[in-house]
């Protein structure tokens, strides 16, 4: 059951990731463009902003940890971003 489950998390995070990526473009383009998100995605961009960042800090510690676990920090640190908490469980129970 909790494969199952992680699995779950890791597809609907990655989509949530890839979502969020293309919103802050999508934002810094219309930035460039002397425009703006439209209101009703504000929310949703500083919502993904906040998921960003806490994937990111994410990353940077599986991507410290991941050399004393005999994985390769860039790509473990990259696959963090993507999938989250759940694969620094997985790094910490190996």
Do not use: R
């Not at 699995?7 to 949530?16: A, D, N, P, R, Y």
């Not at 002397?34 to 800090?57: A, K, Q, R, T, Y």
């Not at 991507?63 to 469980?89: E, H, R």
């Amino acid at each position: 059951m909790q494969s199952k489950l992680n699995q779950l998390i890791k597809i609907i995070s990655t989509i949530v990731i890839t979502g969020s990526l293309g919103l802050e473009c999508w934002n810094f383009y219309l930035y460039f463009q002397g425009e703006s998100l439209p209101d009703n995605l504000n929310s949703l961009f500083w919502v993904g902003s906040i998921i960003l960042i806490v994937h990111l800090i994410e990353a940077l510690i599986a991507a410290i940890k991941a050399s004393s676990y005999q994985k390769n920090p860039l790509s473990y640190g990259l696959y963090t971003f993507f999938v989250g908490f759940v694969s620094l469980q997985e790094l910490l129970n190996d």
